[in-house]
């Protein structure tokens, strides 16, 4: 009996054995099929991932910036979805680094990747209040999420985020992590990174954020779009950015009082607009970058290559100009002159300084009431200086025709009859020309007639001192036009021309004149000093050299004549808008006919300055001439502009050589 009670024990415990080694075998065998089932899901979706080497090759996305001369002043920002400025880690304050890791990944430094607490945690917060509320995505999930994948909410995609973030977090360090995550994640109004983001909102460098401020961009990382500051949910943005607070202080990162008093602090966002400084001579610079770099690398080549553009422009310079545009428009507007543009240039490099295409671009389009561009008394777009076609520059092309005399063995002391004179048919109609004041003084010397604009006496050098013959003579004076830069001069060509009754471009005239202040040496247009790549390398530089197109002492003598204000004085008077008191400067005049365009153009050694005023339209001003509608912009600036250079005065011309 106790012999079979004792085998049954025997049995019935090596049954037992039997079943925990089933068991056992059944256990690792589905472990090891769960291993096995693991590893060929995680190759099977890992195949086609992009290796996290990529970050280290991946070009972000980032716009191109144009600069003022200095670098310091931006101009306007060419992006397209994404409006970037990449930074070092080392550069972006530790508070937002803090107020990002307390608003989105409180446990970054601490986890491999996965916040595994996090994911329960957020899963117990959703089903406790029955709605997806709260998320467990780390920082380094978001920023695979953000580079890699797509944002279809799939478990497949899942899969793969979770094996990259952990292939991602073995290679690579948390602060490269960071650094990446700050430079990519997005803040809305198509702001990505943290540079960018406080520029939008705050028009600062991320250096310089209060601690309110690095919280707001914090809380923005959450929903962009949901939390703006322009929409309807900013008080909500303000909510979450005291909620960050609070946990900043509670990770320690800073005190309850710090945390109090930031919640206090009124935050002032920038407004929300089209940040564009100088727009018409910005709009005219990315128009040139459009011409060279979209025709060979395609539309988006400027808004994703992160280049940096040194303009030519002095902000300075700029400012004063538009002032003196604005504030003498107004002033126009009684004479029926509605508006007016200003160009500046450096005549020693050609680099233009200032440029005002129009008295106002940010007004109403066609705010005088018309109904379309061709009509209008004022258009806010249109650029003047450049596409101001129809423009005729009046008696401010004289100079090139008696620069052209000059050439010709004439000087300022030769006499030429002022008299009502018949210049025969020219367009089947006999050119009588007229003087300004229907007045003729008989005998005049080439310098009273240059300094007081005289219409007759101009006529006669144009066809008798520039040539052998009177087409010659046109001819001559047309090919200095040109050879000064003028390049919208179209035949046939008639004797009419001195007075500007052909058309030419404000920036083109401005330039022409800095040949007189360069004694002959001409420099086209500058308007781009240097364009450099995402990586500070230099690919374009502007080269640009003089060439001398007019001969030393002729141009000395027309700077003579156009400086001398006692022989201006008998038309504009002694204390006119063409004088600059303390500072040797030479200027000239021109009205078109019926008064529709008003010119003045005038120049230092080291600074020309073109100003024009009438309409739009070309529809006639109240009678008024340069001197009253243009020449007060043109005082006001150089005034100003003036005290920024060193004081210098024509070299008089060699008067026995002439």
Same mark, same amino acid.
């Given at each position: 009996?106790?012999?079979?009670?004792?085998?049954?024990?025997?049995?019935?415990?090596?049954?037992?054995?039997?079943?925990?080694?089933?068991?056992?075998?059944?256990?690792?065998?589905a472990?090891?099929?769960?291993?096995?089932?693991?590893?060929?899901?995680?190759?099977?979706?890992?195949?086609?991932?992009?290796?996290?080497?990529?970050?280290?090759?991946?070009?972000?996305?980032?716009?191109?910036?144009?600069?003022?001369?200095?670098?310091?002043?931006?101009l306007?920002?060419? +992006?397209?979805?994404?409006?970037?400025?990449?930074? $070092?880690?080392?550069?972006?304050?530790e508070?937002?680094?803090q $107020?990002?890791i307390?608003?989105e990944?409180?446990?970054?430094?601490?986890?491999?990747?996965?916040?595994?607490?996090?994911?329960m945690?957020?899963?117990? %917060?959703?089903l406790?209040?029955?709605?997806?509320?709260q998320?467990?995505?780390?920082?380094?999930?978001?920023?695979?999420?953000?580079?890699?994948?797509?944002?279809?909410?799939?478990?497949?995609?899942?899969?793969?985020?979770?094996?990259?973030?952990?292939?991602?977090?073995?290679?690579y360090?948390?602060?490269?992590?960071?650094?990446?995550?700050?430079?990519?994640?997005?803040?809305?109004?198509?702001?990505?990174? %943290?540079?960018?983001a406080?520029?939008?909102?705050?028009?600062?460098?991320?250096?310089? #954020?209060?601690?309110?401020?690095?919280?707001?961009?914090a809380s923005?990382?959450?929903?962009p779009?949901?939390?703006?500051?322009?929409?309807?949910?900013?008080?909500?943005?303000?909510?979450?950015?005291?909620?960050?607070?609070?946990?900043?202080?509670?990770?320690? +990162?800073?005190?309850?009082?710090?945390?109090?008093?930031?919640?206090?602090?009124?935050?002032?966002?920038?407004?929300?607009?089209?940040?564009i400084?100088a727009?018409?001579f910005t709009?005219?610079?990315?128009?040139?970058?459009?011409r060279?770099?979209?025709?060979?690398?395609?539309?988006?080549?400027?808004k994703?290559?992160?280049?940096?553009?040194?303009?030519?422009?002095?902000?300075?310079l700029?400012q004063?100009?538009?002032?003196? %545009?604005?504030?003498?428009?107004?002033?126009?507007?009684?004479?029926?002159?509605?508006? $007016?543009a200003?160009?500046?240039?450096?005549?020693?490099?050609?680099?233009?300084?200032?440029?005002?295409?129009?008295?106002?671009y940010?007004?109403?389009?066609?705010?005088? =009431?018309?109904?379309?561009?061709?009509?209008?008394?004022?258009?806010?777009?249109?650029?003047?200086?450049?596409y101001?076609?129809?423009r005729?520059?009046?008696?401010?092309?004289?100079?090139?025709? +008696?620069?052209?005399?000059?050439?010709?063995?004439?000087?300022?002391?030769?006499i030429?009859?002022?008299?009502?004179?018949?210049?025969?048919?020219?367009?089947?109609?006999e050119?009588i020309?007229?003087?300004?004041?229907?007045?003729?003084? =008989?005998? %005049?010397?080439?310098?009273?007639?240059?300094?007081?604009?005289?219409?007759v006496?101009?006529?006669?050098?144009?066809?008798?001192?520039?040539?052998?013959t009177?087409?010659?003579?046109?001819?001559?004076s047309v090919?200095t036009?040109?050879?000064?830069g003028?390049?919208? /001069?179209r035949?046939?060509?008639?004797?009419?021309?001195?007075?500007?009754?052909w058309?030419?471009? #404000?920036?083109e005239m401005?330039?022409?004149?800095?040949?007189?202040?360069?004694?002959?040496?001409?420099?086209?247009?500058?308007?781009i000093?240097?364009?450099?790549?995402?990586?500070?390398?230099?690919?374009?530089?502007?080269?640009?050299?003089?060439?001398?197109?007019l001969?030393?002492?002729?141009?000395?003598?027309?700077?003579?004549i /156009?400086s001398?204000?006692?022989?201006?004085?008998?038309?504009?008077?002694?204390?006119?808008?063409?004088?600059?008191?303390?500072?040797?400067?030479?200027?000239?005049?021109?009205?078109?006919?019926?008064y529709?365009?008003?010119?003045?153009?005038?120049?230092?050694?080291?600074?020309?300055?073109?100003?024009?005023? =009438?309409?739009?339209?070309?529809?006639?001003?109240?009678?008024?001439?340069?001197?009253? #509608?243009? $020449?007060?912009?043109?005082?006001?600036f150089?005034?100003?502009? #003036?005290q920024?250079?060193?004081?210098?005065?024509?070299?008089q011309?060699?008067?026995?050589?002439?």
């Amino acid at each position: 009996m106790a012999r079979r009670i004792y085998h049954r024990k025997i049995l019935g415990e090596t049954k037992r054995i039997k079943r925990i080694k089933i068991i056992l075998k059944l256990f690792v065998f589905a472990f090891v099929f769960f291993v096995s089932f693991c590893l060929l899901l995680f190759f099977y979706y890992a195949k086609d991932l992009p290796r996290p080497e990529k970050f280290m090759e991946k070009q972000f996305i980032e716009s191109t910036k144009i600069y003022d001369r200095t670098g310091e002043v931006l101009l306007y920002n060419i +992006y397209g979805e994404e409006k970037r400025t990449i930074i $070092a880690m080392e550069s972006v304050p530790e508070q937002l680094i803090q $107020a990002i890791i307390t608003a989105e990944d409180r446990s970054f430094y601490k986890h491999h990747g996965i916040d595994y607490r996090g994911v329960m945690r957020a899963i117990l %917060v959703n089903l406790k209040l029955k709605k997806p509320a709260q998320g467990g995505s780390t920082i380094t999930q978001q920023l695979i999420r953000s580079s890699f994948l797509t944002l279809n909410k799939t478990a497949e995609r899942k899969i793969r985020e979770i094996i990259l973030t952990i292939e991602l977090e073995r290679k690579y360090t948390k602060d490269q992590i960071m650094e990446w995550y700050l430079n990519q994640v997005p803040f809305g109004s198509n702001a990505y990174g %943290v540079e960018a983001a406080s520029q939008t909102y705050f028009k600062k460098s991320v250096q310089d #954020l209060s601690l309110e401020e690095s919280a707001i961009l914090a809380s923005l990382v959450c929903g962009p779009s949901r939390l703006s500051p322009y929409g309807q949910n900013k008080d909500r943005l303000l909510g979450r950015k005291d909620y960050v607070l609070e946990g900043m202080a509670k990770q320690g +990162y800073i005190s309850k009082e710090e945390a109090e008093e930031a919640k206090k602090r009124e935050i002032s966002f920038a407004p929300k607009l089209v940040e564009i400084k100088a727009p018409h001579f910005t709009l005219y610079v990315k128009s040139q970058l459009e011409r060279e770099y979209e025709r060979e690398y395609g539309s988006n080549f400027l808004k994703e290559n992160g280049l940096k553009v040194y303009t030519s422009l002095d902000w300075e310079l700029q400012q004063l100009a538009e002032k003196a %545009v604005e504030e003498r428009a107004k002033i126009n507007k009684n004479y029926r002159a509605h508006n $007016a543009a200003l160009v500046a240039l450096n005549p020693k490099n050609g680099e233009v300084l200032a440029m005002v295409g129009s008295k106002d671009y940010f007004a109403e389009s066609y705010p005088e =009431g018309c109904t379309s561009g061709k009509d209008c008394l004022f258009e806010p777009k249109v650029n003047i200086p450049i596409y101001g076609i129809g423009r005729q520059p009046g008696s401010a092309f004289k100079p090139f025709v +008696y620069v052209t005399a000059f050439q010709n063995g004439y000087d300022d002391k030769t006499i030429v009859v002022d008299e009502k004179t018949n210049f025969g048919l020219w367009g089947d109609e006999e050119y009588i020309p007229q003087n300004y004041d229907g007045k003729f003084r =008989g005998e %005049v010397t080439l310098r009273d007639a240059l300094a007081q604009s005289i219409n007759v006496p101009s006529v006669k050098v144009l066809v008798n001192f520039c040539g052998p013959t009177v087409q010659e003579s046109i001819e001559n004076s047309v090919k200095t036009a040109q050879r000064l830069g003028i390049t919208t /001069l179209r035949p046939p060509y008639g004797p009419a021309i001195v007075l500007g009754g052909w058309e030419v471009r #404000l920036l083109e005239m401005t330039s022409a004149y800095g040949i007189f202040a360069t004694e002959g040496l001409k420099i086209p247009p500058v308007t781009i000093l240097r364009i450099e790549d995402a990586d500070g390398k230099i690919i374009k530089e502007n080269k640009k050299t003089s060439q001398r197109v007019l001969g030393i002492n002729e141009t000395r003598l027309v700077n003579d004549i /156009l400086s001398d204000n006692e022989a201006r004085a008998p038309l504009f008077g002694f204390n006119s808008s063409l004088y600059v008191k303390g500072y040797d400067t030479a200027a000239k005049t021109g009205t078109t006919q019926e008064y529709k365009d008003a010119w003045t153009i005038g120049y230092s050694p080291s600074l020309v300055c073109g100003v024009w005023a =009438g309409n739009n339209n070309n529809s006639p001003t109240n009678k008024k001439p340069g001197v009253t #509608l243009s $020449a007060p912009i043109w005082k006001a600036f150089m005034s100003e502009a #003036l005290q920024k250079f060193p004081k210098e005065n024509f070299i008089q011309p060699e008067k026995e050589s002439l």
